[in-house]
Structure formats: C-alpha cells, structure tokens
C-alpha cells in the first residue's frame, strides 16, 4: 500500500518550454500532497504544499507564477514549469499524505522526476 | 540554523561492521521518520515513531525516539552492501502538515 507514482521519470528540454510533472497515489487517497526540490548531494526542499481543491501553499522563495501546482483530484497532483530555464534543472520529488488514518504526517514519496533543461 | 541536525554527514565503513547515525534537534517534535534514498529514487519511509523513549526494530535496524522526543538514532548491526543510501530523518511538529528534513547521511557500506 501507499504506492506513489510520478511521470515522466526523466525529462529533458529546452530553455523557455513548460514542463508538466505529474504525481498520482496509486492505492489511497491524498487529501495533502507535497513538492520537493532536490540538488545533487542534499537533502529534499520543500517547493510548495498542494491541497485537493484549494490553492497551493508555497514556501518563501518559490515563485508561484514559475511553479504552477494544480491538485485536482484525491489522487493527482501536477507541478508545470513553466519557461524552464538551465538552472531549473533538478530532481523533483512530489509525496502524499494518506487521508485516511494518517495522524503521524507520514509522507510517501513518488520516484522522483530528474528534469534537464538545455 | 538548521532545525534538525544529522550527524555524520558521510559515513564508509565494511561490511559486518554496525553503525549509528543521530538526528538531534533543540525542538520538541510529535512524530519522526526515517526514510532511506538511493540514487535517482524518492525516499523510503522505513518507520515512523511517536512516543518518547520508543524503540521499534526492523531486521538489522533499530531505531529510538528519545524521552524528550528532541532526538532521534539508527542503529544498523552488520551492515551489509545494500544498506547504502542516503538516511534522511524528519520530524513533524505540533499541528503542521509539513516534515522539517535533516541534511542527510550518505552510507557506504564496502564489501
């Protein structure tokens, strides 16, 4: 159980397109689902907490207009970076939290998605 | 200033050998977890405690929360090639939804 999936797992393209990064708990429903930034060699950022229905919450320094966090459903979130530039080059990660039963914040992580922007 | 503090940061040791890795914080949290990354790959959560001096097993590994719930330790005993990874521990804290993460420790375990 808890099984977390993201697509596409790698993605590579050029300076000024958007890319669309979709996160999807297979077997529970996420009522909160969270976007992480990692750079090689340290631990996860967060980006932004996204609820079902609502805006999402970003942290101080990320830009909303960059990063669009739509959560649509119980079970899909999307992250779009929109004109991506080289240093937006990353390993995003997205997790959720199971609505049902979660009173410790346990969090399940996706398999992350390593996005290369040219 | 970084709310929770992992130490060490690398550790390389040889198979069969144990090991700990602390993650210590001046704060109070209501649970922690640690979680386990290979490269290219998302965390694992490997478990979470939430009681003050509680122990929890897992195989090889163990791990306790401490009294004051500020601080937290995984003990590995005979660490063997596939525990390699990076050990991430976070905590959560009164009524956040959000999980402060320690930097991290990068385990190396050579056979």
């Known amino acids: 159980g808890a099984v977390v999936s993201q697509h596409p797992s790698r993605v590579i393209c050029k300076s000024g397109t958007s890319v669309k990064i979709e996160c999807r708990s297979l077997?529970?429903?996420?009522?909160?689902m969270f976007w992480y930034r990692q750079f090689p060699k340290q631990s996860l950022m967060l980006m932004a907490t996204?609820?079902?229905?609502?805006?999402?919450?970003?942290e101080q320094g990320v830009e909303k207009d960059k990063f669009l966090i739509n959560h649509a459903s119980l079970t899909l979130s999307t992250l779009t970076v929109t004109s991506a530039h080289p240093e937006d080059s990353s390993f995003y990660i997205c997790s959720a939290r199971d609505r049902a039963g979660d009173i410790y914040n346990e969090q399940f992580f996706g398999p992350g998605t390593r996005l290369t922007v040219l | 200033t970084q709310l929770l503090e992992q130490s060490p940061q690398f550790l390389s040791i040889q198979e069969g050998e144990n090991l700990t890795v602390y993650c210590n914080s001046s704060s109070v949290f209501s649970s922690l977890q640690w979680y386990r990354q290979e490269p290219g790959e998302g965390p694992v959560l490997l478990v979470t405690v939430v009681t003050g001096g509680e122990v929890k097993k897992l195989k090889r590994l163990t791990f306790q929360f401490g009294d004051a719930r500020k601080d937290s330790s995984l003990h590995i005993t005979a660490a063997q090639p596939g525990d390699t990874g990076l050990y991430l521990c976070a905590g959560a804290q009164g009524g956040s939804e959000k999980l402060v993460f320690g930097k991290g420790t990068k385990l190396t375990v050579n056979p």
């Open positions: 077997d529970f429903q996420a009522t909160t």
């Open positions: 996204s609820n079902e229905g609502s805006k999402a919450t970003y």
